[in-house]
């Protein structure tokens, strides 16, 4: 999956033209922890049960037409691989950035895990 398949989805829904808004989230493996480790990659598990009821929960939310969401899991991936991409359609910027930030930290706090592997220290 790539985001220019997903906003070509998105697009194809039949509300979507109230939108005023697509906006879209792109994860990627980032080349150190946030303690500032050095990372050589990552691997992601997912929840796809607690996935599915987040996006029916946030879909309910005012204006906001259709979210899409793609999570790279079960396989490692490298640093600058693409980790999630989240699609957020709506009519305004108030509901679609207040519904993409709370989806995404709904989803990084309780659908996804990941292992972070480590560069060998000298």
Same mark, same amino acid.
């Given at each position: 999956?790539?985001?220019?398949?997903?906003?070509?989805?998105?697009?194809? +829904? !039949?509300?979507?033209?109230?939108?005023?808004?697509?906006?879209? +989230?792109?994860?990627? *493996?980032?080349?150190?922890?946030?303690?500032?480790?050095?990372?050589?990659?990552?691997?992601? =598990?997912?929840?796809?049960?607690?996935?599915?009821?987040?996006?029916?929960?946030?879909?309910?939310? !005012?204006?906001?037409?259709?979210?899409?969401? +793609?999570? #790279?899991?079960?396989?490692?991936?490298a640093v600058g691989d693409d980790v999630m991409f989240?699609?957020?359609?709506?009519?305004?910027?108030?509901? *679609?950035?207040?519904?993409?930030?709370?989806?995404? #930290?709904? *989803?990084?706090?309780? =659908?996804?895990?990941?292992?972070?592997?480590?560069?060998?220290? !000298?």
């Open positions: 999956m790539d985001i220019k398949t997903m906003m070509d989805q998105i697009k194809k +829904h !039949p509300d979507f033209h109230k939108a005023g808004m697509i906006l879209c +989230h792109n994860g990627v *493996v980032r080349a150190t922890s946030r303690e500032g480790d050095e990372v050589t990659g990552l691997e992601i =598990v997912v929840d796809h049960t607690r996935l599915d009821q987040i996006i029916t929960e946030q879909k309910k939310r !005012p204006g906001i037409i259709d979210i899409l969401i +793609h999570i #790279n899991e079960g396989k490692p991936l989240l699609l957020v359609a709506g009519d305004i910027r108030e509901n *679609v950035i207040a519904t993409l930030t709370d989806t995404l #930290n709904l *989803v990084k706090t309780q =659908v996804t895990s990941k292992t972070q592997f480590f560069a060998e220290r !000298p």
